[in-house]
């Protein structure tokens, strides 16, 4: 637990990061510890949308949180932390992206095959024939759709994240969609003949 100096109020041990998500503004520096506490699980739903690999997500995520915490200063004195932070996320799997695209991963593909099938398994087998597509989309509208669909975000923060205007963001949108609609009508097309 985080020490308070002796002269610190009540109201700063008690405020959280949720009091900041909602925009009301509450004395005192915002605490990592609680930062992380709050937003972790949303900032590594975030990169799995972005990456292939969940346990990279993870990784990456947990890289991101150590730069933040070494520059917490200049971070927390941002007006949305939230959104800072979502961009690190963004850019943090942008670089392991071009940094790694030509590696290969070795996988027991022996496993994946034996795995029993339980009730949903056609949603899962949706979901994944989905995130698949949506990794092999370009960068931009790949995070473009993450964050719209995924995370519920609004073009206007899509836009302050991805730091372009939200035409682009709207634009980037619609051609991923396009581009996904496509590689799925293929799919299918390939399965039925």
Request: glycine share 4%.
């Amino acid at each position: 637990m985080v020490q308070l100096p002796v002269d610190a109020s009540a109201d700063d041990a008690r405020r959280s990061v949720s009091a900041q998500e909602i925009g009301e503004t509450a004395p005192g520096p915002l605490v990592f510890e609680e930062f992380v506490a709050s937003r972790g699980p949303a900032l590594v739903r975030l990169a799995r949308g972005l990456l292939r690999d969940p346990y990279l997500a993870e990784d990456v995520v947990q890289d991101v949180l150590g730069r933040a915490l070494v520059q917490w200063g200049r971070v927390s004195a941002a007006q949305d932390v939230d959104a800072y932070v979502r961009r690190m996320v963004v850019n943090a799997c942008t670089s392991w992206f071009r940094r790694a695209a030509r590696r290969e991963r070795a996988t027991d593909s022996v496993l994946v095959l034996d795995m029993p099938s339980a009730d949903g398994a056609e949603n899962r087998a949706d979901r994944d024939q989905l995130i698949a597509l949506l990794r092999r989309l370009p960068a931009k509208q790949r995070a473009v759709l993450v964050l719209r669909h995924y995370e519920g975000l609004p073009d206007s923060e899509i836009a302050v994240i991805m730091k372009c205007s939200e035409v682009t963001v709207r634009s980037n949108a619609h051609r991923g969609l396009a581009k996904l609609r496509d590689m799925l009508n293929q799919e299918r097309y390939a399965s039925t003949a």
